[in-house]
């Protein structure tokens, strides 16, 4: 279900770069160790993170075989971390997939 505010369908999220760049301008209230941060895309200690949940996006794109499914709702190709594994083959591949994230992120990638 796509939820609809004040009449804008959000754009779909394909790419990491697609990601960063939705988290922009939001004028999010961050704080880190007690200072206002006022664009958390481009904090240092931050962006690591961002970056991570970037790479469950473009792995996606790069390796669609591992890290996207078939939808038994919609019947469309949907990001791995968004299908509900229905086979002893969809947790195999779910692991494959976090597996390699690990190896390319080294760091927590859960969406």
């Known amino acids: 279900m796509m939820v609809v505010q004040d009449g804008v369908v959000p754009a779909r999220i394909e ?44 792995l996606a794109v790069r390796e669609p075989e591992l890290a996207t499914a078939i939808s038994p709702l919609t019947g469309e190709r949907v990001n791995r971390f968004l299908h509900v594994a229905n086979s002893a083959q969809d947790l ?8 390699r994230l690990g190896q390319l992120t080294g760091t927590c990638f859960q969406r």
């Open 15 to 58: 790419t990491g770069a697609q990601y960063i760049e939705s988290l922009r301008g939001r004028e999010l209230t961050v704080y880190l160790f007690g200072e206002r941060v006022a664009e958390p895309v481009d904090h240092p200690m931050i962006r690591p993170s961002i970056n991570a949940i970037a790479e469950t996006y473009d």
């Open 92 to 99: 195999v591949l779910q692991n494959k997939m976090q597996r």
